[in-house]
């Protein structure tokens, strides 16, 4: 039986209390257990959505993802909870940007971990995957790249700079709660402070898309076996988490970019009240609470 699924690229975000990995579900849902519990059907239609899933290939991918599910309930949902224990203590005394740098590096190794448990899965999606399908994966990155252009690179650096304190201030708000226009303009100031380069992240994305789709194709063209395919896979997905690491002519903007981002985290964290900080600390127990229920929840 031949499966798949393309590997999501990594990516840095704003590190430290933001990479909880459901934070995007949550944000569009009052309750992280209803967005956990409803996690499996939104990873297929996403899948679904990139490639466009055939009949055959829809009822073993849904197989696939309640099995990864039920793996990920049982070993890696006590360990978030650590996680959140710990940012707890960090906003209590006051994190370092080391502690930023170390919450960041903890979450990006379990999201690795994540994507390497899901290597034979994503070997069979990959051997299964139809010409057709992967001119339908290779249209929906065209879109998002679109999509991406569209609301980041619109007007000159000021709007630029304005939307992406805007999306920050989205998630600090969700943490936080709501923000004084004195806090306001402090954050802005050290969004702005963040290195701006669009078309920088925009041939970043293209080079990870062109990546996967040589990757598929290869896969297809040499009608590598399921050992071959997890091994291209692999480096395919090592590759993509040590870009950033790696020596080159970009280093030097990805450290800035993300030692701006943890500064960023840092003057929120400094300026705010002690209401706004019960605000977060009240959130995180409230995502300890849910993922001691999940994990003990044996569906």
Request: proline share 3%.
């Amino acid at each position: 039986m031949q499966k798949s699924n393309m590997p999501p690229a990594g990516r840095r975000t704003l590190s430290g209390l933001f990479l909880i990995v459901l934070m995007v579900l949550l944000a569009a849902c009052s309750s992280l257990r209803m967005a956990y519990n409803h996690g499996d059907a939104l990873l297929y239609w996403w899948i679904d959505g990139y490639i466009d899933l055939t009949s055959e290939q829809k009822g073993w991918v849904k197989k696939d993802i309640d099995e990864l599910f039920r793996w990920h309930r049982k070993t890696q949902l006590h360990d978030y909870t650590q996680i959140l224990q710990s940012a707890q203590r960090q906003l209590a005394a006051g994190p370092t940007a080391a502690d930023l740098q170390n919450d960041y590096d903890d979450i990006k190794n379990r999201t690795q971990l994540l994507l390497f448990k899901a290597l034979p899965e994503l070997a069979d999606l990959a051997r299964s995957l139809q010409p057709e399908q992967i001119a339908t994966l290779e249209r929906k990155f065209a879109a998002n790249n679109a999509e991406f252009r569209k609301k980041n690179m619109k007007g000159d650096r000021e709007a630029q700079q304005k939307f992406r304190y805007q999306k920050s201030m989205e998630q600090f708000e969700l943490w936080f709660g709501n923000f004084t226009s004195e806090q306001e303009a402090q954050i802005r100031k050290a969004s702005d402070a963040r290195p701006l380069d669009n078309e920088l992240w925009l041939d970043e994305r293209q080079r990870r898309q062109k990546a996967i789709l040589a990757a598929v194709r290869k896969i297809q063209h040499d009608k590598l076996n399921k050992e071959a395919t997890m091994a291209v896979l692999h480096t395919l997905i090592k590759d993509n988490f040590d870009r950033m690491e790696q020596p080159s002519d970009r280093k030097a903007f990805f450290d800035a970019a993300e030692a701006a981002n943890i500064q960023l985290i840092l003057t929120v964290i400094h300026i705010a009240t002690p209401a706004q900080k019960a605000h977060a600390n009240k959130r995180m127990q409230g995502w300890i609470d849910d993922f001691n229920s999940l994990a003990a929840d044996q569906r």
